[in-house]
């Protein structure tokens, strides 16, 4: 079995930092692409960051310039640095990796349990 356990969320004033981790643990044999999606109460899920196995990122063109996604290939960790948070920031964050596990090769999507940002003064 392949876990995904997020950290880091919390609180923060308008304008302040955080940053979120997210372990993969398990029959990992490697890890592609890794991501984080968001979903507000009242709305859809939506993809905030990803990254793949080779390190290019994509983002959403709203947090643009202001978060940043990282890995370490050999922890099987993906990070999402955010910056310059805004109360529109607030919602659980999702953490999602393409694994390939090691028993059988095949890649399987897996997502974290997610945890909650809330920016609010």
């Known amino acids: 079995q392949v876990q995904l356990v997020e950290s880091g969320g919390g609180l923060v004033q308008p304008g302040g930092s955080l940053r979120l981790s997210c372990a993969a643990s398990?029959?990992?044999?490697?890890?592609?692409?890794m991501g984080w999606y968001r979903q507000a109460p009242g709305k859809q899920r939506e993809l905030v960051a990803v990254i793949t196995s080779g390190g290019s990122t994509n983002y959403a063109d709203s947090v643009k310039g202001r978060f940043t996604i990282s890995r370490d290939n050999a922890k099987n960790t993906v990070y999402l640095h955010m910056n310059s948070l805004k109360p529109e920031d607030t919602a659980v964050y999702y953490c999602?990796?393409?694994?390939?596990?090691?028993?059988?090769?095949?890649?399987?999507?897996?997502w974290g349990q997610g945890t909650q940002v809330t920016v609010s003064s």
């Open positions: 398990g029959s990992i044999f490697s890890s592609n692409a």
């Open positions: 999602n990796a393409h694994i390939i596990r090691r028993f059988d090769r095949y890649e399987y999507d897996y």
